[in-house]
């Protein structure tokens, strides 16, 4: 394996399918703002969520090798399906390079945060399947009680924009109704999208229940790794991220500003 | 070129970034009873419409050529995107067979039955900003006024089975507003998923504006065009569908039913 030198000053690289993983670059500068960001996004492939196991390894592996080449001192996988099932495939390929996921570090951050140990979860059709998420906080925590709901309209109602639109809120107060009775304290953000709908999902939940964002928390978890091994990065100023796309969906300086709020920087497109 | 005898008994090959070409097998399937169908849907690279160009007809390519082994005496493109940027590769690859894609036969359609000379299109982002169905349109007739419309969340809504839901009821109002003041005649479902909104489509324009399924119009092709090459199938019985995707989804069986009304005939899965 070929060695290269990590400094403070390397970038930190993240990946997912698409687009949403922009939201954990959005909760790294804010906790972050000194460190230089590569970001790639698998637009050609995108959604990950319903393809197969072995086409997710395959295409995880391919994911790290990319950003291994701008020498990153950390990695961090965005995306919830690659979290859940091949997590392993990326620190393998990242050799050294320590490799954090969104879907621990949410359920890490829920486990932390819930009184009544009832969590619930909500998250694309195949995150909710994998059941990922429910036994990573039954491995933190057998005694907590995970109850999950697939939420699929979330991710296009995002990126429609529809973020405080009635039918955005008749279909969240439909989605969510299956937690009535469950008495959850804490409700998991398991998919990068939903932070954009983060205030409708809150005011349909109320206020007795506290939202875990993911990105938010993976984005705690990388400044706390990157204190620890002295790698915090020092830069002066906020650096730009990096873009990487794989393919040029017309719609990516829209989503761009819709997760960001700024306009987008220069993206640079890299085959799969 | 290797070739082969094309029988009446071959089958028609039709194939679709995914599922929503099945909409094309029902239709021809209402039609044309007697037909084998040989189905490629490619859920592993699916969606095609936020690609570009160039991806997309390599995927038409390899599309066909999957098609090609089973020696069909038709191909159908059921995907409006390839339809609309690849049609010229899918003829190349398929050699002397005969290919018909969607988006044409529903241009065609709705040019015949518009007597204002004003047509409305739908369908996504990616086909609408192609311009592709104005386009098709004014190639029949130059004097036709095309105003089309984007519907992003028509897909994810179908495919949750919100056919018929106060929410898709908000947003279909709110999206076919566009159309008021514009005195259309005809509505064009440019998407393959379209036709099972289509009750509620039709509600919400009112009962002044034809609907145009391109499903339905693609299958009145196919049977003019078998019927005048004396290629029609005579088998007694309707065969069941052979279906082939490039990779697993979970949804699969469930979205064959919402599609056809059926339960899922054994599925074959393909490299690509």
Redesign the interface.
Known sequence: MHHHKNTPESPIGIFDSGVGGLTVVRAIQAILPSERIIYFGD????PYG???QV?IRKYAQEDTAILMRYQPKMIIVACNTVSALALDVVRKAGGSIPALGVLEAGAELAVSVSRQKRIGVIGT??TV?SNAYACAINELDPDIEVHSKAC??F???A??G?TD????R??AG?YLREFDGHEIDTLVLGCTHYPILRGMIGQTVGPGIRIIDSAEAVARRAKELLAETGMLGMSGETPRPHLLVS?????FGMLYRLFMGSDVPDVELVDV
Chains 1, 2 share one sequence.
Do not use: G, M, N, Y
């Not at 639109?165 to 955005?168: K, L, R, S, T, V």
């Not at 393919?247 to 719609?251: A, F, M």
């Open positions: 637009t050609a492939r995108v319903s393809k197969s086409t059709q195949a399947c699929p309209l991710v296009p109602l990126e429609e529809f639109h009635p039918a955005a008749l279909i439909e393919d040029l969906p017309q719609k």
